[in-house]
C-alpha cells in the first residue's frame, strides 16, 4: 500500500508540474499588464488574476482551499501578515488569498527562472538573503510597499519548517518592520500543506483538502519587536497545534 501510494504521488506530483506551468502561460500576460495601472489598483488587479490561478490550480490538482479570518482586513488599514513555513505550496495559498493588493518579501533565487521570474519579481519584495545591503534595501522598500496600501506577507520562519515542532523560531524582521512602522499584524495559520507536497519528499504531491486561516490583528501599542515576536508565535503555534489535531 505503502509503496502505490508512494507511486501515485510521483505521477500526481507530475501532473501538478504539467497543469502548473500550462495554466502560469496563460495568466502570465494578463498579470504582468496590471503593471500599466497605478497601484495600489494595479497590484489589487494583480493579485485578483493571481487568485483565480490558483483557485483553478489547487482545484485541478485536488487541493481545494478553504479561507476563515477575512473580516479581520479592515477597509482602508494596512497589514503585516505573518504566516507559517512548512511547504512549497505556502506560497500558493498566501499572497493570493490575503484580501487586497499585496506583496511577498522573496528570495532573489526565484526571479531566475525564465518567464516565472517577471511574474515573481511584479508580486514580491525581492531580498538577497548574502547581502546585508540587499537586507536593508528590503526593510525600506517594505515599508514603503505599506505606505502605499500594500499588506506586506512575510514567512518569519524564514525556511520551510522540516521539524516535528509547530512552528521555527521566528526571525526578526517582520516585528522590527512591525514596530519600526507601527503597521498592525495579522497572523495567517496555513494548514496541510505538509501533508499535500512534503518538504523532505522529493517529486511527491498528493490531494488534499488545503486552509489558510487569519487571526485577529496584533497591534504595535508601543510593544518591542521582541515583544511582538513572542506574542505571535505563541499565537500562531497554539492555533496550528489546535487545528492540526482535529
Not at 514603503?144 to 500594500?150: T, Y
Request: proline share 7%.
Amino acid at each position: 500500500m505503502h509503496l502505490v501510494k508512494a507511486v501515485f504521488a510521483r505521477i500526481w506530483a507530475f501532473w501538478g508540474l504539467v497543469s502548473f506551468i500550462t495554466t502560469f502561460l496563460i495568466i502570465l500576460i494578463p498579470s504582468l499588464l496590471t503593471a500599466l495601472f497605478p497601484d495600489p489598483k494595479g497590484m489589487g488587479y494583480f493579485i485578483k488574476l493571481a487568485k483565480l490561478w490558483m483557485n483553478t490550480w489547487l482545484f485541478m490538482i485536488g487541493c481545494p482551499v478553504s479561507v476563515r479570518g477575512k473580516h479581520f482586513f479592515k477597509k482602508g488599514q494596512t497589514y503585516i501578515v505573518t504566516c507559517n513555513h512548512n511547504s512549497l505550496l505556502d506560497i500558493p495559498l498566501s499572497s493570493p488569498f490575503i484580501p487586497g493588493a499585496n506583496q511577498t518579501i522573496a528570495k532573489k533565487e526565484f526571479t531566475k527562472i525564465p518567464l516565472f521570474g517577471w511574474y515573481y519579481e511584479r508580486g514580491s519584495v525581492i531580498v538577497d538573503r548574502k547581502s546585508d545591503a540587499s537586507r536593508r534595501k528590503s526593510y525600506e522598500l517594505m515599508k514603503a510597499a505599506l505606505e502605499k496600501g500594500f499588506h506586506m506577507c512575510i514567512y518569519p520562519e524564514g525556511t520551510r519548517n522540516r521539524s516535528d515542532a509547530p512552528l521555527k523560531p521566528f526571525y526578526d524582521g517582520a516585528f522590527k518592520l512591525a514596530a519600526g512602522s507601527g503597521f498592525p499584524i495579522i497572523p495567517a495559520v496555513i494548514l496541510n500543506t505538509k501533508k499535500a507536497l512534503p518538504a523532505n519528499r522529493f517529486f511527491y504531491l498528493l490531494p488534499h483538502k488545503l486552509a489558510i486561516h487569519f487571526l485577529e490583528p496584533i497591534e504595535v501599542n508601543n510593544q518591542s519587536s521582541d515583544e511582538l515576536k513572542a506574542l505571535v508565535h505563541q499565537r500562531m503555534s497554539a492555533y496550528y497545534v489546535k487545528y492540526t489535531q482535529v
